[in-house]
């Protein structure tokens, strides 16, 4: 069983898009909305580019799928709401699944782990820190309770908002 996380974000149809997004994350890993680790969800400003703010969360998940088809199964998701192959990197998104973490595994393929804006943007360590506080980063080896303390925190700047999944 691998313990997986998944950076969430959307800067278009916000609230839409993260909910739907839990319940296919749910039912993609067959698993209830309960099952899942959710990290308070943030507002961040759009980093990159000139567009709306973004809701940003992290999930975790416990599943048997390789990495391969975690990756697989992710770009499904997004694809089914909107996300075209061709996507700019810094533009608007629907939905944006960023695998983070699949265990303690460092690879570049197929999708670079443990991901490299972990520790670079706020909006990806703060709520990693939340559920996964002891967890430790497989190659800067400190746990995301300590990145999170020391990460400049003037650089980005997040709020919670109002938690929009609760009424699933």
Not at 1 to 6: G, W
Not at 74 to 96: Q, V, W
Not at 103 to 113: E, H, K, R, S
Request: hydrophobic share 40%; net charge negative.
């Amino acid at each position: 069983m691998a313990n997986i996380y998944i950076s969430l974000g959307s800067n278009v149809d916000r609230e839409y898009h993260i909910q739907h997004a839990l319940k296919a994350l749910a039912t993609t890993f067959n698993l209830t909305f309960e099952q899942l680790s959710l990290s308070s969800l943030f507002e961040s400003e759009a980093i990159g580019f000139s567009g709306n703010a973004f809701y940003n969360m992290v999930i975790g998940i416990k599943t048997q799928c390789s990495v391969e088809h975690v990756a697989v199964k992710l770009r499904d998701i997004e694809i089914s709401y909107g996300r075209t192959l061709d996507a700019k990197k810094f533009s608007p998104r629907t939905l944006d699944l960023d695998l983070l973490l699949y265990n303690d595994l460092i690879t570049d393929t197929p999708a670079q782990l443990p991901r490299d804006e972990i520790n670079k943007n706020a909006f990806v360590l703060w709520p990693l820190s939340e559920i996964a506080p002891k967890l430790v980063h497989p190659i800067l080896k400190l746990n995301y309770q300590t990145l999170w303390q020391n990460y400049d925190k003037t650089s980005q700047q997040l709020k919670i908002v109002e938690n929009c999944w609760n009424s699933q």
